[in-house]
């Protein structure tokens, strides 16, 4: 199992503590890929003081202005939740998560989001999630540390790499039967930033269209949209597919307008 | 699973802010019995701070003078160690420690003993100790800071609570993430037929569109599409959604259809 391809990223940390703990946590856990959003003080003292031998990690930290940017590369994107969300999102334990993208680690990369101490992720932000992370947890006090929540969630990926490493076989198949190994050039899945554009394209095509006239609900008919085809888990084809008819449509609602403007 | 009867033992804990995560870490996974062996520093508001709003169980603490005093009336004791000890004492990951005295803990007490920030437990210390935990970790960087460390065995007991649980309730969990009991009119799978008449309207829509003949591969674009939506699992208010969408376009293309005519 590749760690290596385990990016985590904390949205807006304002503890830098819980930035070094995290950073400390991943290096125990053969972790290395931390990316940092707007964090609101770093690098701080405090962070390296907190992630005791794991500077590295800090030094070698990724800083963004935007969650995007954060995750452009990323094939499969979980954001960690401890409230419950109206839409349903699907959610993973962390060792559902650790178990079910095991194989496909070996090869994409996975980037796991972590909101803020007091707020979390927000709904724009769970938006671009495939998954939701949730933590089995006392229903009465159910939010974690984010640092701790980072330590639990790299332990679980260690533990899944650890048993497979034990394992003498074969790649176990994927969970939900869909196949886990893909042999390149034929299936390859698409990157967070051609989800995005695909995403924005849907959105003007619905918009000429009249659509978000038509029922008056804009943003939730997208995250409703945003939902489905994250189920799908699209593919670099599947999305040059659906591109090709969103610019299909448009270019044959152009021409009319055209026609009839002549 | 009796979380109440297994114990965290903290000794000579140097940073009162450790105290205080464990104390959190321990009610996030509803485990409440804490007792501290000497603490550098408690009462402290750095233990408060950090246990944010887990204080019930700092209150509640018992500070004892000796670790003997601390496990007198444990049943089974274990002490966490990263070290390798001269003497091979029998070793648990926090795993196959919550699995192995799942059943024992009905009935009796249980004490996980943490050590020293910089050193750990010592060799007297352990002797007291019928088992070593061992957390699994990256062997080049194996100290787990003491409040990840208690978050790790917190976890994994909550987690074999929770299995066991399950094991005697009755919904189990989805396999892939996705939830298995919704709600009814919540979200409700597609049958079969209403799916069938959603790529019958699809396959019109691209047809009234120019697609077809756009890419000349009408039935292996088809099969692409389906393959997708299946992947996607579609459910009724989904296929509504994208009928409502495809009806949407047809509408718009049908009306300057229309205007082109008069």
Redesign the interface.
């Known amino acids: 199992m590749a760690l290596a391809n385990i990016r985590i990223v904390m949205v807006e940390t304002s503890h830098p503590g819980n930035i070094g703990?995290a950073a400390?946590?991943m290096?125990?856990?053969?972790l290395s890929d931390l990316c940092l959003v707007r964090p609101k003080d770093f690098p701080s003292a405090k962070a390296t003081a907190?992630a005791?031998?794991?500077c590295g990690i800090l030094r070698a930290a990724k800083v963004c202005d935007d969650i995007t940017q954060a995750i452009a590369d990323c094939q499969i994107v979980v954001g960690a939740s401890a409230r419950d969300r109206s839409v349903?999102w699907?959610?993973?334990?962390p060792?559902?998560l650790a178990e079910?993208f095991r194989p496909q680690i070996e090869t994409q990369r996975i980037a796991v989001v972590f909101g803020r101490e007091h707020s979390g992720l927000s709904n724009d932000e769970l938006d671009l999630c495939q998954?939701l992370l949730r933590?089995?947890?006392?229903p009465k006090?159910?939010?974690?540390?984010v640092?701790?929540a980072v330590?639990?969630v790299a332990?679980e990926f260690?533990?899944a790499a650890?048993a497979q490493h034990d394992a003498t076989g074969t790649a176990p198949p994927a969970?939900?039967g869909?196949p886990a190994n893909l042999a390149p050039g034929d299936a390859v899945p698409a990157g967070a930033a051609e989800i995005e554009s695909f995403f924005s394209h849907l959105q003007q095509a619905?918009f000429d269209?009249?659509?978000f006239h038509?029922?008056k609900s804009g943003p939730s008919?997208m995250r409703?949209?945003r939902r489905?085809?994250h189920?799908?888990?699209?593919e670099q084809?599947?999305i040059h597919?659906?591109r090709?008819?969103l610019s299909?449509?448009q270019i044959?609602?152009e021409l009319?307008?055209r026609?009839?403007a002549e």
Chains 1, 2 share one sequence.
């Open positions: 703990a400390r946590a290096m125990n856990m053969g907190r005791s031998g794991a349903a699907p959610a993973l334990s060792r559902a079910k998954y933590i089995p947890c006392n006090f159910s939010s974690l540390n640092g701790a330590q639990v332990y260690y533990q650890m969970s939900d869909w619905l269209i009249g659509f038509a029922t008919l409703r949209l489905l085809f189920k799908a888990r699209l084809k599947e597919m659906l090709g008819i299909q449509m044959r609602l009319q307008h026609r009839e």
